[in-house]
């Protein structure tokens, strides 16, 4: 079955960057777009970008552009997102899911999360 | 970009009782050419990441119980849980995937 696994939780300086990695398996890796999303303590949902892991195509939020980078890795089915110029509000527990292309960007399948601290 | 509202903010309803959530999109979801929602509805709970319920506004995911439905059309949409079980307390999400950036509404905590 679809599985997603996030790496582990990071503490950060602000100013400073994070990356986190979503690793795919139980399915081919081009066949499902891969989504993040970030929740800030207590508060609700904000999707942050997509890419498609087959073409590489890549579209962020516009809130987020500038400072996420969202890359994979073909070799390992592994997606990653960098988030640079950390803040405070970048606090969050991040989140990547997956969406089919034939279907609408709704998401099947989660990752764990990937807890973020922003602290000087 | 499509804001996502939702009502009530929370709501307490006693077990085997339904529950109601509604949400409301800024601008019509409803795509002409299919004739389809793009909406979606997940369930939250603590220390969980989110699981999707619904999608195309109506389509229960598999697996999710048909206690679960979704209805509504356009800009206006509904979730009901016809007999709210303990396992079902939560934050409800929906989603529109009309148009990039997708976006979500505020959430409804749901209560015993």
């Known amino acids: 079955q679809v599985q997603l696994v996030q790496s582990g939780a990071e503490v950060k300086k602000p100013g400073a960057s994070v990356k986190v990695s979503c690793k795919a398996s139980g399915y081919t890796f081009t066949n499902y777009y891969i989504h993040w999303v970030r929740q800030a303590p207590g508060q609700g949902l904000e999707w942050m970008g997509i890419i498609n892991p087959s073409g590489d195509t890549i579209t962020y939020a516009q809130t987020f552009q500038g400072r996420v980078t969202v890359t994979r890795d073909t070799s390992t089915s592994t997606v990653y997102m960098e988030l640079s110029s950390l803040r405070s509000e970048d606090a969050a527990v991040y989140y990547c899911?997956?969406?089919?292309?034939?279907?609408?960007?709704?998401?099947?399948?989660w990752g764990q999360g990937t807890l973020v601290t922003v602290s000087s | 970009d499509i804001v996502m509202t939702q009502s009530p903010d929370s709501l307490a309803v006693s077990l085997g009782e339904r529950a109601t959530i509604n949400c409301k999109s800024s601008?019509?979801?409803?795509?002409?050419?299919?004739?389809?929602?793009?909406l979606a509805w997940y369930q939250q709970k603590p220390g969980q990441p989110p699981k999707l319920l619904i999608y195309?506004?109506?389509t229960r995911e598999s697996g999710v119980p048909d206690r679960f439905s979704g209805s509504g059309s356009g800009t206006d949409f509904t979730l009901t849980i016809s007999t709210l079980q303990a396992e079902d307390v939560g934050v409800y999400y929906c989603q529109q995937y009309y148009s990039i950036p997708l976006t979500f509404g505020p959430g409804t905590k749901v209560d015993i």
């Open positions: 601008q019509s979801v409803l795509y002409s050419s299919n004739n389809k929602n793009y």
């Open positions: 899911a997956t969406s089919m292309p034939a279907t609408g960007y709704y998401f099947d399948f």
């Open positions: 195309w506004a109506s």
